[in-house]
């Protein structure tokens, strides 16, 4: 599986804007069926630049999905964002690979 992670740093004069934005688009992401599920999280240390910062966390079930995605729709989703929102949020991807997954083990009393 892999981890198409976006983390954004947006400007405080749209951050409640953003929120309401950023939902919607998930799904959107979400409706290409390129991925399996997506999280919004919030990155908890203060930037030096100010603002606020998220990373949105997709998956994927396969490699081929994600270049997919590239080829397909990434292009145009991204558009929207720069439109609304251009010179007041950074954004940057990273692409992972999940090795392994590990949960906790019972524990009895």
Known sequence: MYIYNVTVNIDNTVHKEWLTWIE????????????????LTEVLIEEEMGGKTYSIQ??????????SYYKEDADSLRVEALRKFAD???AFR?????????FPTSVSN
């Open 58 to 67: 997709y998956t994927a079930a396969s490699r081929e999905d994600l270049e």
């Open 88 to 90: 007041k949020m950074l």
């Open 94 to 102: 990273t692409e992972l690979k999940i090795v392994k997954e590990f």
């Open 24 to 39: 919607s688009h998930v799904v959107k992401v979400l409706d290409t069926g390129k991925f399996t599920s997506a999280k």
